[in-house]
């Protein structure tokens, strides 16, 4: 009795320490960085930040559900920008406060975005950011009221690449890793996702800010996720819209049959219309994606 209510005590104490508070990803030195006079810039409309480039120090922040709420779920999320920004609001923070409302913990991450001035290889940049991410939740999940083994992931548009890449990547360690930690994420929701970097069907601002204008072809088979696949690839639940003219609507249909091909569960959520970026609300439906995908989770196996 007394050892369960210290515990409660403790992961209050923890989850009121890291709620909504802006946490460096690394303690110590920044793997593949540079020095550079780059200052991150943040943009903002009513208030609220809604767009942030030039990021050098990558952050990861926290939202919890209610303690009565809390299914020990949890999912780190990596918001879009075509890998020149971050759509850190309509495709971070308020995705986050909706998942809490369902007891689910949320952590957006602020990642860097690929840049020759910070970093030594842009190409991994991102993705070593996203391994550090879930690395950190799952090295924090017990402090942090979460089940090691219930850790999410969710990208939209460009960070719906770099989510993919975490999820066909995950053995293909970037970052210092001593404790051997897993860095597989256990399921993986991807918004109108950017999947491949082949030029039919790519979207080209993507690809050119990640491999630059001459990618080799090594390159870019190993960040077209399509081709990368194997059967313990996280589980998927995909969602687009016919009518994208950003990212075209073949790069989930392309990762969808991927899966499908090596027995990965997958689910495609599709619509009509909405073009792209439309975040949690497509205004053109009622049918919304969110209320499937916590459904798809729910019935999930572990």
Excluded: C
Aim: without cysteine; hydrophobic residues 35%.
């Amino acid at each position: 009795m007394l050892k369960n209510l210290i515990l409660i005590i403790v992961l209050t104490v923890s989850m009121q320490v890291f709620a909504q508070k802006e946490i460096k990803l690394y303690n110590g030195a920044i793997p593949n960085s540079r020095q550079a006079n780059i200052v991150e810039n943040n943009h903002s409309e009513s208030g609220k930040t809604v767009r942030i480039s030039g990021v050098t120090v990558p952050t990861i922040t926290a939202y919890f559900p209610k303690e009565e709420d809390n299914t020990g779920k949890a999912i780190v999320i990596f918001p879009g920008g075509g890998y020149s920004m971050l759509a850190i609001n309509h495709e971070g923070h308020d995705i986050a406060e909706k998942l809490t409302s369902v007891g689910i913990s949320a952590f957006v991450v602020k990642y860097r975005l690929p840049s020759v001035e910070v970093m030594e290889d842009k190409s991994i940049g991102p993705l070593q950011d996203a391994q550090r991410a879930i690395q950190y939740v799952r090295e924090h999940a017990q402090e942090l009221g979460i089940l090691e083994n219930q850790i999410g992931i969710i990208g939209s548009s460009a960070g719906g690449h770099l989510a993919s890449s975490l999820g066909v990547h995950y053995q293909d360690v970037k970052i210092p890793n001593p404790k051997n930690t897993s860095l597989r994420p256990d399921f993986m929701l991807l918004l109108y996702p950017v999947i491949t970097m082949k030029t039919e069907a790519t979207h080209a601002g993507s690809r050119k800010k990640l491999l630059g204008e001459q990618p080799s072809d090594e390159q870019v088979h190993y960040f077209s996720n399509e081709t990368q696949v194997d059967e313990n690839t996280p589980p998927t639940f995909l969602v687009h819209a016919k009518d994208d003219k950003t990212v075209p609507f073949v790069n989930a249909e392309m990762f969808r049959d991927s899966l499908l091909k090596h027995d990965v569960a997958v689910q495609l959520f599709t619509y009509e219309e909405g073009g792209h970026g439309f975040g949690l609300t497509n205004k053109t439906s009622s049918d919304q994606w969110f209320d499937h995908f916590i459904q798809w989770i729910k019935n999930l196996k572990n």
